[in-house]
């Protein structure tokens, strides 16, 4: 048997959610959709809230492979147990709630931007988050540069604790726009 490897004109969705997907997304380029460029505006501030739940952190440290016991508070068979740490009780892995931070720059009330890649990333870690926790992820829009005839947006952004008002987490991101 004898397998050719596939060209680009190849690709086709394979399902029928995919198919739905790719036709609304041709279809939002042929109705000119906004790029991300287009909406937003320097000094954009967006805030989500995220509970900190052991079942979130114990999903998130199993989909990458971290299994610091410093993170998981739960053991087999006995849902959740207190976790341990140099900080106390177990802490959330350190990158997790970046991983939250897409869907706040993204308006969830607007459509989603069209072209949009996220090119520089730089996170500074202040203080470990205890699982259990509630933070807020605050992003703002800090900046809008062209690059070699690129668009870019700079975001912001802090992650906090609702109730004390520690800061957890510093981060600045770019986002290249069509």
């Given amino acids: 048997m004898t397998r050719s490897t596939p060209g680009t004109g190849d690709l086709r969705p394979v399902s029928p959610i995919q198919e739905t997907q790719t ?14 460029w287009d909406m937003v505006e ?22 990458v492979e971290d299994f610091n016991p410093w993170y998981e508070a739960w053991k ?18 350190p990158l997790l709630v970046s991983h939250f931070v897409l869907s706040v ?39 809008k540069f062209e690059k070699r005839g690129r668009r870019y947006v700079r975001h912001e952004v802090i992650v906090t604790d609702i109730v004390t008002d520690t800061l957890y987490l510093r981060e600045t991101r770019d986002i290249l726009s069509l």
Avoid: C, K
Wanted: aromatic share 10%; net charge negative.
């Fill in 23 to 36: 036709r609304r997304f041709i279809a939002g380029l042929q109705q000119g959709a906004q790029t991300y």
């Fill in 42 to 63: 320097i000094g954009d501030e967006l805030f989500r809230d995220l509970h900190l739940s052991p079942e979130l952190v114990v999903l998130y440290a199993d989909g």
């Fill in 76 to 93: 087999m068979n006995t849902w959740q147990i207190p976790g341990e740490s140099p900080f106390g009780g177990a802490i959330v892995p």
């Fill in 105 to 143: 720059q993204f308006d969830h009330t607007r459509p989603f931007a069209i072209g949009s890649i996220h090119t520089y990333h730089d996170s500074e870690i202040l203080a470990p988050i205890p699982v259990g926790r509630t933070v807020r992820i605050t992003t703002r829009a800090a900046d």
